[in-house]
């Protein structure tokens, strides 16, 4: 698994992602990121996730 924290930077995915030799931008990595936690959040006000 790539990502296993929800608090983990920018740097640390960017890193993981080079372990396992995916080829991705910062950008994209970024915007991924945002949207990831805008649904989390999202579902956390619909009482879906604690």
Known sequence: ???AEADM???DI???LRRFEVTVS???VSGI???FR???RIMREAGLLK
């Open 26 to 28: 910062r950008t994209t």
């Open 14 to 16: 960017m890193h993981r």
């Open 33 to 35: 990121m945002t949207e």
């Open 38 to 40: 805008h649904s989390v």
């Open 1 to 3: 698994m790539i990502a």
């Open 9 to 11: 930077s920018l740097d």
